[in-house]
T-cell receptor
Framework: DTEVTQTPKHLVMGMTNKKSLKCEQH?????MYWYKQKAKKPPELMFV???????INESVPSRFSPECPNSSLLNLHLHALQPEDSALYLC????????????FGSGTRLTVV | SQQGEEDPQALSIQEGENATMNCSYK?????LQWYRQNSGRGLVHLIL?????REKHSGRLRVTLDTSKKSSSLLITASRAADTASYFC???????????FGKGNQVVVIP
């Protein structure tokens, strides 16, 4: 298995909702990432998990809460989002230190209404 | 954070032509990576070139790296309509777990 699987592919949520994005990989990668991408912009790093521990938080607002239940799963819990949080959310994984490149999922298109 | 800068931003070519895009970066790097993104979906890793390499090939792709100029180029030879996509260069910052992307090149291959 050489894929990163993200669910759901599309999500529409209200500003008072709580939802979660899910990401799964079975490549034995020990680093997993969440990126946010706005239209016509490059991806921007949000969080990095290394060996199931949060190692980098790029000053992301607390309405985004990451979780890494095990080495294969990564979640992003969403609560009280704003319309400007609408974006494509990308999960990625890599071998530790990312020295061989990253594998990205196909993303979750999030719309906050 | 952004590290790489690609030039040009948008490129429109006829099928069969070659497409070249450039990327510059600011800090010392261990490697530089190129990714393709189709229609705002996931990114696909194309090729990684290490700081001690000057050129690398993968199929129709040719990447060069000039660490003295802090720049890289991606050449796609004999382009196809399926090559229509956005292409990003990316470099690891502060170790390899913080990958920073350049602005991206939109390439349109006209059949």
């Amino acid at each position: 298995d050489t894929e990163v699987t993200q669910t759901p592919k599309h999500l529409v949520m209200g500003m008072t909702n709580k939802k979660s994005l899910k990401c799964e990989q079975h490549m034995g990668h020990r680093a997993m990432y969440w990126y946010k991408q706005k239209a016509k912009k490059p991806p921007e790093l949000m969080f990095v998990y290394s060996y199931e521990k949060l190692s980098i938080n790029e000053s992301v607002p607390s309405r985004f809460s990451p979780e890494c239940p095990n080495s294969s799963l990564l979640n992003l819990h969403l609560h009280a989002l704003q319309p400007e949080d609408s974006a494509l959310y990308l999960c990625a994984s890599s071998h530790s230190q990312g020295a061989f490149g990253y594998t990205f999922g196909s993303g979750t298109r999030l719309t906050v209404v | 954070s952004q590290q790489g800068e690609e030039d040009p931003q948008a490129l429109s070519i006829q099928e069969g032509e070659n497409a070249t895009m450039n990327c510059s970066y600011k800090t010392s790097i261990n490697n530089l990576q190129w990714y393709r993104q189709n229609s705002g979906r996931g990114l696909v890793h194309l090729i990684l070139i290490r700081s001690n390499e000057r050129e690398k090939h993968s199929g129709r792709l040719r990447v060069t790296l000039d660490t003295s100029k802090k720049s890289s180029s991606l050449l796609i030879t004999a382009s196809r309509a399926a090559d229509t996509a956005s292409y990003f260069c990316a470099t690891p910052l502060y170790g390899n777990n913080r990958l920073a992307f350049g602005k991206g090149n939109q390439v349109v291959v006209i059949p």
